[in-house]
């Protein structure tokens, strides 16, 4: 089986544009958390999706927004960036509800300047 | 590679040597824990996990004892090879209302001397 892919694996952008990134789960998996990783804050939950419905949202502005689509592939969006959300973004799918083992994908390293 | 920890605490062992890592968690209703493993440049890559109905489990060259009474999580990895360097990270999932939601500790820096 393949693994989780997000694309693209390297952004860089400029202040107050915004980004979207992809994340395709492993065939079959029906949930898709993303995720944020950074030397300062470590690793903090974005939000998750299941069934094309947000289940829950970590503690992150507005500009920051997701969805799924009925295939379970996943974007996630950034507007207005800041060069505080230069990170590596991470995407984990998952079988389903209440199952709860999490694969994940390499990242998507997004620089902002 | 990625810096995925500026101030990581590092753990130092000789190859062959068995190597442990630990890690507490907070919140008393967390029922699912996972430990992973992240090279330079990669995604967490998922190693064993542990319910909270059972302490301990384990798979290949890997033991995750949870000990619930003072909320401790170990990772023991048995004769260490220089493929086992890299940061180790415990996530918790803080119970059903939290879907698949995973709660991160800090990281632990594993390098294995050869």
């Known amino acids: 089986k393949a693994g989780v892919t997000q694309t693209p694996r390297y952004l860089i952008k400029t202040r107050g544009q915004q980004v979207t990134l992809s994340c395709s789960p492993i065939s079959g998996h029906r949930s898709v958390s993303w995720y944020q990783q950074t030397p300062g804050q470590g690793l903090q939950f974005l939000f998750e999706?299941?069934?094309?419905?947000?289940?829950n949202k970590g503690n992150f502005p507005g500009r920051f927004s997701g969805r799924q689509f009925s295939n379970s592939r996943s974007e996630m969006n950034v507007s207005t960036l800041e060069l505080g959300d230069s990170a590596l973004y991470l995407c984990a799918s998952s079988p389903g509800v209440g199952v709860n083992e999490q694969y994940f994908g390499p990242g998507t390293r997004l620089t902002v300047t | 590679g990625e810096s995925v920890g500026l101030h990581l605490p590092t753990l130092s062992v000789q190859e062959g040597d068995n190597s442990i890592i630990n890690c507490a968690y907070s919140n008393s209703a967390s029922d699912y824990f996972i430990w992973y493993k992240q090279e330079s440049g990669k995604g967490p890559q998922f190693i064993i996990d542990i319910r909270s109905n059972m302490d301990k489990r384990q798979g290949q060259r890997v033991t995750v004892l949870l000990n619930k009474t003072v909320k401790h999580l170990s990772l023991q990895i048995a004769a260490t090879q220089p493929g086992d360097s890299a940061v180790y990270f415990c996530a918790e999932n803080r119970g059903k209302n939290a879907g698949n939601m995973l709660t991160f500790g800090g990281g632990t820096r594993l390098m294995v001397k050869p």
């Open positions: 999706y299941f069934s094309e419905t947000q289940r």
